[in-house]
């Protein structure tokens, strides 16, 4: 099997590799078939990935991979990095063994499940400051999707699913709720 002077280079010196401490994303994959195992973590500054560390399990093409993608991606915002793929990979890498092909496919998958897990990790973060806010002003939150609720609403706004109040403590529920998911009751008003 022959390797590029570039997919050896990035084999026997990878850049980035590490583990990234409390990283603002995660992406792991692997490929079964092979046992290659890649895992991507970010950090993000700016919407623009300021640091990426990678882990990785297998061939020297998936490491090659590993340390290429990760050199793709250092500085880019996440909407361009998201855009790197496993053809781009092979290209900067100049070419890799069509048996090899997949471990490109591997290393952009994993930098943009990465990718996926910061974006749900600031949306999650969203929605607990929208909560901590609805809850300083009085206001309560759907029992779903924890959007904020202004009184009661028949439907929520966020995840449109219809609403009601326990009688027994009074909190939030789902009109279609056979007990209270807050304090258990199972007399609800319809």
């Known amino acids: 099997m022959i390797y590029s002077e570039k997919v050896m280079d990035h084999f026997q010196n990878p850049r980035n590799v590490g583990v990234i401490n409390d990283p603002d994303g995660v992406g792991k994959v692997g490929n079964p078939v092979c ?4 895992e991507f973590y970010i950090k993000v500054e700016e919407n623009r990935i300021a640091d990426v560390k990678f882990k990785t399990f297998g061939c ?12 793709m991606a250092l500085g880019k915002t996440l909407e361009e990095a998201l855009k790197i793929t496993n053809d781009d990979v092979a290209k900067e890498l100049g070419g890799l063994p069509k048996n090899k092909l997949h471990c490109s496919n591997l290393g952009a998958d994993a930098l943009h499940k990465a990718i996926e897990n910061f974006k749900e990790k600031q949306d999650m973060k969203l929605r607990k400051e929208v909560r901590t806010e609805a809850a300083k002003k009085g206001e309560c939150a ?3 999707c924890e959007g904020p609720i202004e009184g009661l609403e028949e439907v929520c706004h966020s995840c449109h699913v219809e609403l009601d109040r326990c009688d027994e403590c009074g909190k939030v529920i789902g009109k279609e709720d056979g007990h209270c998911p807050h304090c258990g009751a199972t007399k609800v008003r319809v």
Do not use: H, K, Q
């Open 60 to 71: 020297g093409a998936a490491i090659a991979v590993s340390s290429m993608v990760s050199e």
């Open 35 to 38: 046992g290659d195992m890649m």
């Open 142 to 144: 759907c029992p779903y």
